[in-house]
């Protein structure tokens, strides 16, 4: 962060940020042929909605990052949301490997946690950076994520994740993670309606170096108007499938979130 962004006031930083979002959202809007739909909820986040659904948002820190705008366009459609991606790592494919051994551990407890405490009637898993192992692995994972909703009385929305810049890290396991998305889609079609399969493509395209894709900096995680945009096709597709109408973009891109402290530490414009 240079010295620009630290001189100016949090409230001003959010203003900026929240019209850059609107602006370049409305853009992409269009050049899609799509409209905000919806009430003009102001989208502040009450506990109790008319919607009934609950939406348990995972993942690893791609997820995290989706998560500010995610979760203001779910309070304005009346849906409640909690966060519970992880910077970590997020899996709940053990590979085999010693740190997905640990990640997918720790995810799994959590889980069970949020399950508990927060109620979902809908899981909605990001396939992680870190989905390793055969496709046998990462399958029985996911039909372990299958079984663990329907016991919960929830459904799953496995999502697929945007493409990214493949580094020194993560090109061991480039074919794995080419794979998990296929898996996750695979389970989902044989759920028998427990499941669903997103398939993120529509938002950022497949290749990471393309504008569509919308990356940050860094070339991994997204900024604030790549939040907003995949807020609003996930927004989109998740009321058609849970019967609620999206609240209007207009509702919820202009609020606190997109002063996140994260973006800030992507190198994000305010």
């Known amino acids: 962060m240079n010295n620009r962004h630290k001189s100016l006031p949090r409230s001003l930083r959010y203003a900026l940020s929240a019209v850059t979002v609107v602006a370049v959202l409305g853009l992409t809007l269009v050049g899609c042929g799509e409209k905000g739909t919806g009430s003009q ?3 502040h986040g009450n506990t109790t909605t008319r919607t009934g659904a609950k939406v348990l948002w995972l993942g690893d820190s791609i997820a995290g990052a989706e998560a500010p705008a995610l979760g203001a366009a779910l309070k ?5 949301f909690k966060n519970s991606s992880s910077d970590g790592g997020g899996t709940i494919v053990d590979s085999g490997e010693k740190i997905t051994q640990m990640i997918s551990g720790e995810t799994w407890m959590q889980l069970r946690k949020d399950i508990e405490l927060f109620r979902p009637t ?12 055969s496709q046998d692995q990462q399958r029985a994972a996911y039909e372990k994520a299958v079984d663990t909703a329907k016991g919960a009385g929830a459904k799953v929305v496995f999502v697929s994740p945007p493409p990214i810049k493949i580094d ?5 396991h480039e074919a ?3 794979t998990a998305p296929k898996a996750a889609a695979e389970v989902a079609g044989k759920s028998g309606g427990t499941a669903a ?7 950022w395209g497949t290749d990471a170096s393309a504008a569509k894709a919308q990356r940050a900096a860094d070339g991994i995680h997204n ?3 790549g939040a907003a945009a995949f807020a609003k ?4 597709k998740l009321g058609e499938q849970e019967n609620f109408t999206p609240a209007s973009v207009d509702s919820w891109a202009q609020e606190s979130w997109t002063g996140d402290e994260r973006y800030s530490k992507l190198g994000c414009a305010a």
Request: proline share 0%; charged share 20%; glycine share 4%.
């Open 197 to 203: 399969f997103f398939d993120a493509s529509q938002v």
């Open 233 to 236: 096709w996930f927004t989109d």
């Open 176 to 178: 794995q993670m080419r």
């Open 122 to 133: 809908v899981i909605a898993y990001q396939v992680t950076t870190y989905d390793w192992g």
């Open 168 to 172: 020194a890290f993560y090109r061991q």
């Open 41 to 43: 909820d102001e989208g």
């Open 223 to 225: 900024c604030q108007q």
């Open 76 to 80: 304005a459609s009346e849906v409640e």
